[in-house]
């Protein structure tokens, strides 16, 4: 049973330009949530995905957005990439139907993102 | 709003003793309380969590926490460190139906 996939591991990206991060939830998992990782911090929120629509969004700029595809997995894009851009940004999946997808979240490897 | 706070950003033990780190949260409604530990260049292993019932909770690892409502508190403990426990450890908070908060992490390091 695969885990939460994450693609592309690395990335390097110049300022002003844009990228897209991948992610395939746990089997089982309909609910796909994009957290940021600065260097030494704590993991921050930028949305939650279900049912192919954002449900909720942390405070995060317009910059960020994102998809859900009918197989459940999801895409994170962010544009006019800014050097506080890099970071690790982490997948987590879970089941939004037993839970209301907060009682556990199976998170990826992450994709490491550096903006130069 | 639900917040997490880690008190220590960098604990050391030695190898073979205790391990206890300090988790506090502030939630307006009963949280969900969870432990994660992330290896260098890994993603995030849930270690524990507790949502009802029972305050003490055990994981993997030989790791444990226990909920303390009155102290606002989840803090994790091993009676027994090993060097393999050497990792960010992360507490977090949620409510049903909301995002995971996080807090910022305290770094354990095992001293052979």
């Known amino acids: 049973d695969a885990g939460v996939t994450q693609s592309p591991t690395h990335l390097i990206k110049t300022r002003g330009q844009q990228v897209t991060l991948r992610c395939s939830p746990k089997s089982g998992h309909d609910t796909v949530s994009w957290y940021q990782q600065a260097l030494g911090q704590g993991p921050q929120f930028i949305f939650q995905y279900y049912e192919e629509e954002e449900r909720q969004r942390g405070n995060f700029p317009d910059r960020f957005s994102g998809h859900q595809f009918p197989n459940y997995s999801s895409e994170l894009n962010v544009n006019a990439l800014l050097l506080g851009d890099s970071a690790l940004y982490l997948c987590?999946?879970?089941?939004?139907?037993?839970?209301?997808?907060?009682?556990?979240?199976?998170f990826g490897q992450g994709t490491r993102l550096t903006v130069v | 709003a639900q917040s997490v706070t880690q008190l220590g950003s960098h604990v050391s033990v030695s190898e073979g003793a205790l391990v206890l780190l300090r988790c506090n949260y502030s939630?307006?409604?009963?949280?969900?309380l969870f432990w994660y530990v992330q290896y260098p260049n890994q993603g995030l292993q849930l270690l524990l969590k507790y949502t009802t019932g029972a305050t003490l909770v055990k994981g993997i690892n030989g790791f444990e926490a226990e909920f303390k409502k009155s102290e606002t508190s989840f803090h994790l403990t091993k009676p027994s460190a090993h060097m393999s426990d050497a990792a960010e450890y992360f507490c977090?908070?949620?409510?049903?139906?909301?995002?995971?908060?996080f807090g910022p992490g305290t770094r354990l390091s095992v001293l052979p």
């Open positions: 977090a908070v949620t409510i049903r139906g909301q995002n995971f908060v």
């Open positions: 939630s307006s409604v009963p949280p969900y």
């Open positions: 987590a999946s879970s089941s939004w139907g037993t839970s209301l997808g907060s009682t556990e979240a199976f």
